[in-house]
Nanobody, 122 residues
Framework: QVQLVESGGGLVQAGGSLRLSCAAS????????MGWARQAPGKEREFVAA????????YYADSVEGRFTISRDNAKNTAYLQMNSLKPEDTAVYYCARADRGSYYGARYDYWGQGTQVTVSS
C-alpha cells in the first residue's frame, strides 16, 4: 500500500518561507508524478503544484506561481514544496498526492497523505 507522509508545516509570518516534504513508501516512487494540494476550512481543495516522474515538467496554479517551487528527490522517495513570500491566504492544510502515471497531465491522484498545517499570520 502506498503511504505518503507530509511534514514541514507550521506557523510563519507573512513574507516568510516554509519547505514541505512528502515522504513516500514503496519502491516505485520514481515512476509517478507527484502533486501538492491544499484545503482551508470551508473551502474547496485547490491543486497548487505537480511534477512529472523525473522532474522534467512542472505545473503551478496561478495563485502560487512565482512563489512556490515543487521538486523531488527520487533517491530519497521524497517530494518537496518550497513556499516563499507566503501570504495569509496560503493558510491551509497541505497534502501531497501520487498520480497514477509519470506525467501529471491527465493523471488521477489516487493516494494522498494526511496533510500538514500551514498557517501564515498577517
Amino acid at each position: 500500500q502506498v503511504q505518503l507522509v507530509e511534514s514541514g508545516g507550521g506557523l510563519v509570518q507573512a513574507g516568510g518561507s516554509l519547505r514541505l516534504s512528502c515522504a513516500a513508501s514503496g519502491r516505485t516512487f520514481s515512476n509517478y508524478a507527484m502533486g501538492w494540494a491544499r484545503q482551508a476550512p470551508g473551502k474547496e481543495r485547490e491543486f497548487v503544484a505537480a511534477i512529472s516522474w523525473n522532474g522534467g515538467s512542472r505545473y503551478y496554479a496561478d495563485s502560487v506561481e512565482g512563489r512556490f517551487t515543487i521538486s523531488r528527490d527520487n533517491a530519497k522517495n521524497t517530494a518537496y514544496l518550497q513556499m516563499n513570500s507566503l501570504k495569509p491566504e496560503d493558510t491551509a492544510v497541505y497534502y501531497c498526492a501520487r498520480a497514477d502515471r509519470g506525467s501529471y497531465y491527465g493523471a488521477r491522484y489516487d493516494y494522498w497523505g494526511q496533510g500538514t498545517q500551514v498557517t501564515v499570520s498577517s
